[in-house]
């Protein structure tokens, strides 16, 4: 199955955050979860993830799927390129080729033999990306993955992105950058207000849409396919 699907899902810690939400991705999609912080965008991707229950409803993903999530780890010893090359989910093993071809697009090549522990916050940031793309999953969640990337390591994580999902993958992203969400996204969820709804590039475009949905003033451009 390259798809998933959430039918009249609630989801919360210790009370309901987003109720009865029903939404669906397909294959050759990027799907970007907005929303102000608090809304629930990441609980959506816990629960899309399988890293926690829903209250009630019913949620259905792939088998192969990998998670980014924004926290990475303090402590560890293993190397980069061991990282970046192991995939428990994966249908098959590494490819050494593609784990080079990764590491150079990230700029992690000078750092492969270091362990992951000495390197800085962003760099950590970067390994993790690349590993994404490194074996045959059906669906990658990336939570806020252009947190910490400059201008040049956006636009491979662009491309990265771009010929996952063109190869049949589903990558769902939330994030705050409404112009990359507007430019990027086949499909656009907006968390608030208990809801998840499915939202248009039109819809950025309305500056009183986004100035109601985050409770202040903003702005963005648009890109109309």
């Known amino acids: 199955m390259t798809a998933f699907e959430f039918k009249n899902v609630t989801i919360g810690y210790t009370h309901p955050v ?51 999530s924004t926290h990475l780890p303090r402590f560890c010893p293993f190397r980069v390129t061991d990282i970046v090359r ?15 071809d990764v590491l150079n697009t990230f700029n992690l090549t000078h750092l492969s033999t270091h ?23 059906d669906m990658i969640i990336l939570d806020e993955p252009l947190n910490g990337l400059d201008p040049i390591q956006t636009i491979r994580l662009n491309n990265q992105l771009a010929g996952f999902c063109q ?15 507007a430019q990027h996204s086949t499909k656009i969820f907006a968390a ?4 998840l709804i499915p939202i248009t590039n039109d819809d950025l475009a309305k500056e009183y849409f986004v100035q109601s949905w985050y409770d202040r003033p903003l702005s963005v451009k648009t890109h109309l396919q």
């Open 192 to 195: 608030g207000n208990g809801q």
């Open 18 to 68: 987003l109720t009865n939400i029903s939404v669906r991705g397909d294959a050759n999609s990027l799907i970007s979860i907005i929303g102000p912080n608090g809304s629930g965008k990441t609980l959506f991707l816990n629960a899309l993830a399988g890293l926690i229950t829903p209250i009630s409803g019913d949620i259905r993903r792939p088998a192969r799927m990998a998670w980014k």
């Open 115 to 137: 362990p992951l522990e000495r390197l800085s916050h962003g760099e950590q940031h970067r390994v993790f990306l690349a590993r994404l793309f490194c074996a045959n999953y």
């Open 86 to 100: 192991f995939h428990p989910k994966a249908v098959s093993g590494f490819d050494a080729a593609c784990v080079s």
């Open 167 to 181: 190869r049949g993958g589903i990558a769902v992203v939330s994030g705050h950058n409404l112009d990359w969400v």
